[in-house]
Structure formats: structure tokens, C-alpha cells
């Protein structure tokens, strides 16, 4: 799945993603709310792998979990 377009083309990993339990007091315990670990590899060089944490509303989809931090550089 592409994570979006660089200056080379599209950046094409393999995704997972575990959802995460929610924690009280962290600010997503609260109802419709959810937090999940992202995880891409590299397709080139599978020991290349990046994690991530997202939090959002309980339905977001696996595609708008990976589009995110294709907009943001890593950190």
C-alpha cells in the first residue's frame, strides 16, 4: 500500500496495524475514540521497518491510518 508520492514515485511498503487498548486518563478512553500502532517494511530491504502511533475515531480505516504519516516527515 502506497503512504503517498515522493520525487520517485509512489512509496510502496507492506502495512500492518494493531489497535491498541485504550488507557484511562491518555484521552482516548472515552467512547468512539481508538489508538493503533501502524507498522510498514520496506519491500526493498524487509529489516527496514517504521512504527507509528495514531489515535482517532474507533472506525478509521486502515488506508487513512497509513496516508497520515506519508503527509508528515518521520521524526
Do not use: H, N, Q
Amino acid at each position: 500500500m502506497s503512504c503517498g508520492d515522493s520525487a520517485k514515485g509512489p512509496r510502496v511498503y507492506d502495512w500492518t496495524c494493531a489497535r491498541l487498548r485504550a488507557v484511562p486518563g491518555f484521552g482516548d478512553a472515552e467512547a468512539g475514540r481508538g489508538r493503533w500502532l501502524p507498522t510498514c517494511r520496506g519491500l526493498a530491504d524487509p529489516t527496514e521497518i517504521a512504527y507509528y502511533l495514531a489515535a482517532g475515531p474507533a472506525d478509521t480505516e486502515l488506508a487513512e491510518l497509513v496516508r497520515v504519516p506519508g503527509d508528515r516527515w518521520a521524526i
